[in-house]
C-alpha cells in the first residue's frame, strides 16, 4: 500500500545551522506534499505545502523541494532558532499518509 | 475564531467502560477525521468523514467507532476500551476539493489513559 518513509526519526542542528528533514512516498499519482510542525502539548500546524507542478517553493527561512521522479520531497529550514524545536511531519495527500515523524532539536 | 475543539483534554479509564471524546469544527468543513500518535509510529488515521453520514474506515478503525450526524462535528467512540488504545488523539478537519490538497487543520488533542 502507500506509505511516507521520513528521516532522520532524530535530529539536533546548532542554533543557526541549517536543518534538513527528507521524505520518499510511493504513490506516483499524489500531488500534493504537505510539512506539519507539532510543538509540544499541541497539534500539528501546516508550515508549508507543495504541489506537484513545482520543484521547489519558500517562505522565509523555510523551504520545501520536490523531485516527482525520484518521488521525495524534503524540508530545508535556515538559520535556525530554539522557536524551531519541535516535530516534523511530512504528509502524502490524497489518501493523507503521514511520515513517522522528525524531533528537531536546536541547540543553543 | 476558525478551530477545530477537542474534549476531554486529559481522560482516564479503566477497560471496557464507554467513553466518547467529541471533536467539533467550525470552519464548515466537509472532510473531518481522527488519528492517534503514538511514540515511533507517528499519526495513524482511525476513522475519516467525507461528509455528514458518510464514513471510512482508515488505517486502524478496530476497537473504535464513529458518527457524522451533523457537518461540525465528528465524535470518537470506544465502546470497550483496552489498554492498547491508551493514546494521544486528534481531530482534524479540512475542506474537500475535487483536486485533493486541502491543509488539515488540527484539533489541540486528546490524552487518553486507559488502565
Known amino acids: 500500500g502507500e506509505n511516507v518513509e521520513q528521516h532522520p526519526s532524530t535530529l539536533s542542528v546548532q542554533e543557526g545551522d541549517s536543518a534538513v528533514i527528507k521524505c520518499t512516498y510511493s504513490?506516483?499519482?499524489?500531488?500534493?506534499f504537505p510539512w506539519y510542525k507539532q510543538e509540544l502539548g499541541k497539534g500539528p500546524q501546516l508550515i508549508i505545502d507543495?504541489?506537484?507542478?513545482?520543484g521547489e517553493k519558500k517562505d522565509q527561512r523555510i523551504a520545501v523541494t520536490l523531485n516527482k521522479t525520484a518521488k521525495h520531497f524534503s524540508l530545508h529550514i535556515t538559520e535556525t532558532q530554539p522557536e524551531d524545536s519541535a516535530v516534523y511531519f511530512c504528509a502524502e495527500d490524497d489518501k493523507i499518509i503521514f511520515g513517522k515523524g522528525t524531533r528537531l532539536h536546536i541547540l543553543p | 475564531e476558525a478551530q477545530v475543539t477537542q474534549n476531554p483534554r486529559y481522560l482516564i479509564t479503566v477497560t471496557g467502560k464507554k467513553l466518547t471524546v467529541t471533536c467539533s469544527q467550525n470552519m464548515n468543513h466537509e472532510y473531518m477525521s481522527w488519528y492517534r500518535q503514538d511514540p515511533g509510529l507517528g499519526l495513524r488515521q482511525i476513522y475519516y468523514s467525507m461528509n455528514v453520514e458518510v464514513t471510512d474506515k482508515g488505517d486502524v478503525p478496530e476497537g473504535y467507532k464513529v458518527s457524522r450526524k451533523e457537518k461540525r462535528n465528528f465524535p470518537l467512540i470506544l465502546e470497550s476500551p483496552s489498554p492498547n488504545q491508551t493514546s494521544l488523539y486528534f481531530c482534524?478537519?479540512?475542506?474537500?476539493?475535487?483536486?485533493?490538497?486541502?491543509?488539515?487543520?488540527f484539533g489541540p488533542g486528546t490524552r487518553l489513559l486507559v488502565l
Open positions: 482534524a478537519s479540512s475542506r474537500l476539493e475535487a483536486g485533493g490538497g486541502e491543509t488539515q487543520y
Open positions: 504513490d506516483s499519482a499524489s500531488n500534493y
Open positions: 507543495i504541489r506537484s507542478n513545482v
